[in-house]
């Protein structure tokens, strides 16, 4: 079976957007896939962040996993600190990236810039070598993925090369030349449609957990009345009829977007039902489509997470897993890179 990882980190709560651009594309791709689905925690401690709040927003985050239809008994979810391995690997992949590769990520050059010199640290600039390190310990095949990682796991492709390349050879010799390399290299699944979700107050940002507006996003726990009033004051405009596409009307195209993903339909079959609709009539659609998705959703998770016991049995069975895959990478990569073992 071919393998897929993704994660989702565990700050702020988890909005639409993550919701729309990764989670909701996890749950099919189980059937057929070897599912591995963590909680990015080392990740979320990149900016300054309230340690009371992480670990029960790292359980709210697999709450909200299992929730959204991830099956325990198809996928194995976990807790990305639970692994070690994730860290371990990372010094190695450290030693073969250039400073330069991350100088250029875009997310780096964004959050440093928001958050202000004394706030950025290493771990910031070196996230998309973590990033790496939780891809390839599982020589995993795809990575669903919203728009915005593009640029990461395009970095974790080059590293992968880069790391086969450097450490690969002698060991594909030894192999007798039938392949063998340290990493796969791993492709992105960037969705269709959800991929690049936008902000309720402007069509041309993302929706994101740290914007400082709670009205910019749709969490995925906002119970009905707060879904009801963000759609109510979200950014409109003045134009007739509703319509994908039109460059001049961003936020028109983010919530027939939305529409047509969460009520699991074709652009078309949107563009059609919607094109002589008025803001008026087409917010209420929305807010029901919205409601209707996303409550049994939170009927779950709460359900979840009112039995800790049993939300401990899976992360804890998840990382045994996860540890297992894992160990086997990383032992490969200290005998590649020359270390003397136990
Ligand atoms: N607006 C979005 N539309 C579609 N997909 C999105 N993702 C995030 N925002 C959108 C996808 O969600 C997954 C998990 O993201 P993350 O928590 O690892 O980090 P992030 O991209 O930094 O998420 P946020 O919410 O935008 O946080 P901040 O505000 O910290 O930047 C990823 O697959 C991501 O693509």
């Avoid at 401990?312 to 032992?331: P, S, W, Y």
């Amino acid at each position: 079976k071919k393998r897929i990882v993704s994660g989702v980190q565990p700050t702020g709560t988890i909005h639409l957007g993550n919701y729309l651009g990764a989670i909701k594309n996890w749950i099919p791709l189980q059937n057929s896939y070897d599912t591995f689905f963590f909680i990015v925690d080392l990740h979320a401690i990149t900016l300054p962040y309230d340690t009371q709040q992480l670990s029960r927003a790292t359980k709210d985050t697999a709450a909200i996993y299992l929730a959204s239809g991830v099956d325990t008994s198809k996928a194995s979810v976990f807790v990305q600190s639970h692994v070690r391995a994730h860290v371990e690997l990372m010094w190695l992949l450290s030693s073969a990236t250039p400073i330069g590769w991350l100088n250029r990520m875009i997310q780096f050059k964004e959050k440093s810039r928001k958050a202000g010199d004394e706030n950025v640290g290493v771990a910031l600039l070196t996230y998309p070598v973590l990033m790496a390190s939780d891809i390839l310990l599982y020589q995993s095949d795809f990575v669903p993925v919203g728009e915005d990682q593009k640029q990461h796991l395009e970095l974790t492709r080059e590293l992968a090369e880069r790391v086969n390349y450097l450490f690969g050879g002698r060991k594909w010799k030894k192999l007798g030349g039938r392949g063998g390399a340290i990493f796969k290299v791993p492709e992105p699944l960037i969705p269709p449609a959800g991929a690049r979700v936008m902000s309720l107050t402007d069509g041309l940002s993302k929706m994101s957990k740290s914007a400082p507006s709670d009205q910019s996003r749709i969490n995925l726990l906002d119970p009905k009345d707060v879904i009801a009033n963000k759609i109510k004051r979200c950014k409109t405009d003045s134009f007739s009829g509703l319509e994908f596409d039109n460059p001049d009307r961003p936020e028109c195209h983010n919530l027939l977007s939305i529409y047509q993903v969460i009520t699991d339909r074709t652009k078309q079959e949107v563009a059609h039902e919607c094109q002589d609709l008025s803001w008026g009539t087409f917010k209420p659609l929305l807010t029901e489509a919205l409601i209707a998705h996303l409550h049994p959703i939170q009927v779950r998770h709460n359900e979840i997470m009112a039995d800790p016991a049993y939300l401990d049995r899976v992360l804890a069975e998840g990382a045994r897993k996860a540890a297992d895959i894992a160990d086997v990478t990383l032992n490969n990569l200290y005998q590649a890179m020359g270390f003397l073992r136990r």
